[in-house]
């Protein structure tokens, strides 16, 4: 079974840091670009970050360049998300992804608040 | 950034009814169009890419079309699973963009 898990969300003070991870199984994780994207509450579906099936390429959403990060282990086929001097407006689900959009985790919330 | 213009928001509709759903880029995605499907426990299902395929599993009752910066889902007869958010999505450049949503309700 084609399978993404995420963890690591929770809530987090404003300006702190948070990584998310995000297990692969079920489908050859080295052959597929992946990303991350997220939801606010009660609001649509927003891109995040995207990286390339071996890393070389990352692509990030103007609102959080510089403070999130993208990466990939393939030898443990997971998917990370650091991010870094978090905003209240970084509160959401995140889901991870593949970047074809034909496998979808069932996210995890973060929430950034003091 | 390409905008996508999603229509309607919110779409009260019957058991049986035919429904479109339309998408409107700000600029030509060249048929690069994807559509989603999310229910209230926030599972995200794919339904259509590149416009007009259906993804494995999809029933044929869900339809794509459009071209240039013009793109419709179309579901012939609503069953009772049908209702849900729709979002459609742009994959033809960076940023990826998500229409706002349609939210399809039980009228």
């Known amino acids: 079974e084609v399978q993404l898990v995420e963890s690591g969300g929770g809530l987090v003070q404003p300006g702190r840091s948070m990584k998310l991870s995000c297990a692969a199984s079920?489908?050859?994780?080295?052959?597929?670009?992946m990303a991350w994207v997220c939801q606010a509450p009660k609001k649509g579906l927003e891109w995040v970050a995207t990286i390339s099936y071996d890393g070389s390429s990352t692509y990030y959403r103007d609102s959080v360049k510089g403070r999130f990060t993208i990466s990939r282990d393939n030898a443990k086929s997971t998917l990370y998300l650091q991010m870094d001097s978090l905003r209240s407006e970084d509160t959401a689900t995140y889901y991870c992804?593949?970047?074809?959009?034909?496998?979808w985790g069932q996210g995890v919330m973060v929430t950034v608040s003091s | 950034d390409i905008q996508m213009t999603q229509s309607p928001s919110s779409l009260p509709a019957s058991l049986g009814e035919r429904v479109t759903i339309s998408c409107r880029a700000s600029q030509g995605i060249s048929n690069n169009l994807n559509w989603y499907q999310q229910k209230p426990d926030g599972t995200i299902k794919p339904l259509i890419y590149?416009?007009?395929n259906l993804q494995s599993g999809v029933p044929s009752r869900f339809s794509g079309s459009g071209s240039g910066t013009d793109y419709s889902l179309t579901i012939s007869s609503l069953e009772p699973e049908d209702f849900a958010m729709y979002y459609c999505?742009?994959?033809?450049?960076?940023?990826?963009?998500f229409g706002g949503g349609t939210k399809l309700e039980l009228k």
């Open positions: 590149y416009t007009s």
């Open positions: 079920g489908f050859t994780f080295n052959n597929y670009d």
């Open positions: 992804a593949r970047e074809d959009g034909i496998t």
């Open positions: 999505q742009q994959d033809a450049s960076f940023p990826r963009t």
